[in-house]
C-alpha cells in the first residue's frame, strides 16, 4: 500500500513509524526545509513530550472535545512513546505537573530519534514539498498534487493521511493549509481560535506597571460577572506582561474561556474577571494575623514602607493605591476596617480580560476539522474514503503540561496504522 503523510511535525511522523511498520511504501512530504520544526519549539525548547498522570486522566485535561480521544489514547498511551523513545536510546524524565522531558533538555534529541526510526523503516522523506491538493475520485483518494523545486507533481496514494497542524506558529509551517483542503472535500470546520495563549487586559497601564512580575504559587479565579458563575480556577504561576497577563496557569484558562458561550461579546463587555488570590496558602485570617505581625514590626514606619515582607516590590506601590490607604501614614495610625481591605485586595487582586492574544502567539489551535466527521477509532474521514487525519488540525486542545503533543503522537500513530 502507498500511504503519503502530509506534514513531517509530531502527528506526521509518529504515523510515518506506524505505517511503515509492514510491507507498505510510506512517503512523508513536508514544505519545510525539515521535519518536526514547530516541535523543536515546545516547552520553551525542552520539548514537554507528554503526561506521566494515568492515561485515563488525559480526557479530563482536554476540553477541546477529548471524549473523541478516549479510543486513541487507548491505543497509544504515553508510555508507548517513552517507551519509543527509550528504545532509540533517548531517556526521559518526569517534572513538576508530571511534565515529562527528555533528560538531554532539548527537543532537538527528540526530533532526531524519531527521525532515525523514520530512516530505518524506510520512510521516505521530501522536504521543501508544498501540497497542494489531493486528488480524489468516487470520494476515495488516489494521490495528491504537490510542487517541489517550482514543479508540480502528482503521487498516487493508497492512503493520505492529512498531519498539517494549526494555524499558530506560523513560522514553522502551521500555515492552516489542511483546513482548505478538507473543507474542499466535505469537511466542516470549526471557528479557528487561539488556544493555549495569553490574556489581555483592559487595567494596561497596571499591567504594565507591573509588566515581567512573575507570581508563583498564587491560585486564579476567572469569574462570569454577568451570570456570577465562576468560569475557571487553577493554582501555579503566572506573569505580568505589557498587555495583560501570561504564564501556565493563564495559558491553561484560555483553554476553557476560548470554548465559553458569546466570549467575545462578555469580553467586550468587561464581564470576565480575573480575580488572583497572591496568598492562597493563607485564610482570611491567618493573613490577618500575618499583616498584624508586620504592622507590629513596622509601626513606626511609613505604612508604603511596611510591606516589603508580605509582597514582591513591583506589587507594593499598586496595591497601597488600590488599599487607598495613604502611604504616607504611619502604620500604627492605619484602622481595622483599612487591614481588613488591604487583606480584602490580597486574596482578591482583579483584572478584566478584553480579549486573547492573536492566534499567531498561540501555542496550539483550537477548533479545526469536526469530529463528528472523523471515525474515532481510525483517525478516517468519514466522508473521504482512505483519507485521515492527524495532530492539531482536528477541534481538539488540551491543557499545557504535555497533553497536545500526546494528543498528536496519538493520532498519528494510529491514523498510520489503520487499513
Partial sequence: MKVVIVGGGA???????????????????????????????????????????????????????????????????????????????LETKVERGNRVFPVTDNAQSVIDALYRILKKQKVKILTNAKVEDIIVKNSEVIGVKYIVDNAEQIMEADKIIIATGGASYKATGSTGDGYEIAKKYGHTINTIKPGLVPLECYEKNLCKELQGLSLKNISIKLKDKEKNKEIYEDFGEMM??????????????????????????????????????????????????????????FKNKKFKNSLDKLLPQKLIEPIINLSKIDGEKKVNEITKEERNYLGEIIKNFKFTISSFRPIEEAIITAGGISVKEIDPKSMESKIVKNLYFAGEIIDVDGYTGGFNLQIAFSTGFVAGRSI
Fill in 11 to 89: 502527528a506526521g511522523m509518529l504515523a510515518g513509524i506506524s505505517a511503515s511498520d509492514g510491507n507498505n511504501e510510506v512517503t512523508i512530504l513536508e514544505k519545510m526545509n525539515t521535519l518536526g520544526k514547530k516541535l523543536r519549539i515546545t516547552g520553551k525548547g525542552r520539548c514537554n513530550i507528554t503526561n506521566a498522570a494515568d492515561i485515563k486522566e488525559f480526557i479530563s485535561n482536554i476540553p477541546g472535545n477529548g471524549k473523541f480521544l478516549y479510543s486513541v489514547f487507548q491505543n497509544f498511551t504515553n508510555e508507548d512513546i517513552i517507551n519509543l523513545l527509550k528504545k532509540e536510546g
Fill in 240 to 297: 505580568f506582561t505589557h498587555f495583560g497577563v501570561t504564564g501556565p496557569v493563564i495559558i491553561s484558562s484560555s483553554s476553557h474561556l476560548v470554548r465559553y458561550k458569546n466570549i467575545e461579546e462578555l469580553f467586550k463587555n468587561k464581564n470576565i474577571e480575573l480575580s488572583i488570590d497572591l496568598k492562597p496558602a493563607l485564610s482570611k485570617e491567618k493573613l490577618d494575623l500575618r499583616i498584624r505581625r508586620d504592622f507590629e514590626e
